[in-house]
């Protein structure tokens, strides 16, 4: 039997994150999605905050991921330690708030999801991802399906870790860099893979900033606090078709909702 999986590239500002309450639902009916995992940690522009969460919740997230800027909202860190849907990268130290990783029930199905965040290009001090999905693997049951979502700097890691894990996990999919990749595929072992899903956020935006704030940053001067693009909007992601015999992919579909 057929599942569908949506994953929701990286939501960027309250603009971005009302587009989503707008669009999200309807997908999920025209492609009659059973399970959403969005990227959640931009809507603060850097960080998430408990509110917006309870919004991702309520626009019809089943799972929200996090990255880099996890900790820039420190408000979050107690919704971490009792939210089950709510995950941080699980290479974070072990003294961080929350975990990276968990099982749910989904109907007939269950389903696991494990949060990464790479290290190459990322000034971020963090566990090796690969060494972490291993353990991660190793220790749990294997559920119907396993979802992850990697959040990089780096195309080589993102690709690197597919093939790792290929045969080993259903999907796999990048974010952090909000530029959507063009090369969704099922690979040779059967997992689903996109390098980046891009973001939810301004179309006339670099990475979801006012251009001009980013300019000015490459040009050497002072940009001072980023702020979010006007819109319009996009909503950017993925839709992968899973084997409930398998557990394996069969089909990868960008999405790009406007």
Same mark, same amino acid.
């Given at each position: ?12 500002? +309250? #603009? ?6 707008? /669009? ?8 009659? &999605? @059973? ?16 509110? %917006?969460? !309870? ?11 996090? *990255? #880099? ?5 420190? %408000? ?6 009792? !939210? ?6 699980? #290479?974070?130290?072990?003294?961080? $708030?929350?975990?990276?990783?968990? &099982?749910?029930?989904? *109907? $007939?199905?269950? &389903? ?6 790479? @290290? /190459? ?7 090796? $991802? ?8 190793? %220790? ?12 990089? +700097? ?7 870790? =597919? ?6 996990? =259903? ?11 063009? !090369?969704?595929?099922?690979? +040779? ?11 939810? *956020?301004?179309?006339? =935006?670099?990475?979801?900033? @006012? $251009?001009? %704030?980013?300019?000015? =940053? ?12 006007? !819109?319009? /909007? ?14 394996? /992919?069969?089909?990868? +579909? ?5």
């Amino acid at each position: 039997m057929e599942y569908r999986v949506l994953a929701v590239g990286d939501v960027v500002g +309250e #603009n971005g994150l009302r587009h989503l309450e707008r /669009c999200l639902r309807p997908l999920k009916k025209l492609k009659d &999605i @059973r399970f959403t995992v969005v990227n959640g940690e931009n809507i603060s522009g850097v960080g998430l905050t408990p509110d %917006q969460a !309870d919004a991702l919740f309520a626009a019809g997230a089943d799972v929200v991921t996090l *990255g #880099n800027h996890t900790f820039n909202r420190p %408000q979050i860190a107690s919704r971490l330690e009792t !939210d089950p849907y709510l995950l941080r990268p699980a #290479n974070f130290t072990s003294h961080a $708030p929350g975990k990276g990783f968990a &099982i749910w029930e989904s *109907g $007939p199905v269950r &389903i696991g999801v494990i949060n990464l965040i790479g @290290r /190459c290009g990322l000034d971020f001090h963090a566990d090796n $991802p690969f060494l972490t999905a291993d353990r991660i693997l190793g %220790q749990w049951d294997r559920p119907t399906f396993t979802l992850v979502d990697f959040h990089a +700097e780096a195309t080589s890691e993102k690709l690197a870790m =597919s093939y790792y894990l290929d045969g080993r996990v =259903s999907a796999l999919w990048g974010t952090h860099t909000h530029v959507p990749t063009a !090369d969704e595929h099922v690979m +040779e072992k059967g997992t689903g893979y996109l390098t980046d899903l891009g973001m939810t *956020g301004p179309v006339r =935006s670099v990475l979801g900033i @006012r $251009p001009e %704030q980013s300019i000015e =940053s490459f040009l050497g001067g002072l940009p001072g606090r980023y702020q979010v693009a006007p !819109d319009p /909007c996009c909503m950017q992601g993925a839709v992968f078709t899973l084997d409930t015999e398998t557990g394996l /992919c069969l089909q990868v +579909e960008r999405v790009d909702i406007r």
